[in-house]
């Protein structure tokens, strides 16, 4: 009798799916409020299935703060997932709760690397903040995209306050410094902070 996991069709659903919708472009999904994945499709850089495990990665991730009753804190933070890499980003009320979500995220399958910028805070969340924030994120997309020389959809970022963070593949130092250099221009941000890697840095080989 032959068996198929749930699992593994999915995968290959998924793999099909995004082949099919997806050239050389940069897929974003938005889960509720102030939380974000971005599974980035890289040209000529990652495969359809590289494409899809990030996606799984963070599907577990949600799944198991879920599980463990974290919900209100998953609301609060933002998952930037690239090839296995994740970036946390976000404020939460103590180190406690930081810690609990580091040592969660690290507890998932396939994840390699996580990349903690979460901060403390005791500022109440609200609408407006965040607003201001998606805004600014916003302007970095456009900024990236209209900028000569850049490849877009090689990166993903996000803002906590004044601060962006940004992930993804660059092609060389060069690129990588227009990205800098373009993020810093924009109004209301005073800080990037960059977990970029080239293209042919070693932890994309592991």
Known sequence: MFVFSVNRLAKVLCVVIITLAISSCALTIAAGTGVTIAVLAYKDKRSAGSIVDDNI????????????????????????????????????????????????????????????????????????????????????????????????????????????????????KVELQKVLDAISNISGISKVISHVVMKDDHRRLT
């Open 57 to 172: 990665i963070y599907s577990k991730i949600s799944a198991l703060f879920m599980q463990k009753g974290f919900r209100n804190i998953f609301m609060k933070i933002r998952v930037l997932v690239v090839e296995g890499r994740v970036m946390l980003v976000g404020a939460l009320k103590n180190e406690e709760q930081i810690k609990n979500v580091t040592k969660t995220v690290w507890s998932v399958d396939g994840v390699k690397e996580v990349i903690n910028e979460l901060i403390t805070t005791d500022v109440v969340e609200n609408s407006q903040k965040r607003a201001a924030e998606l805004y600014k994120v916003s302007k970095i997309k456009s900024i990236l995209l209209l900028s000569r020389g850049i490849s877009s959809s090689n990166y993903a970022a996000d803002v906590e306050g004044e601060t962006a963070y940004i992930i993804g593949i660059s092609e060389n």
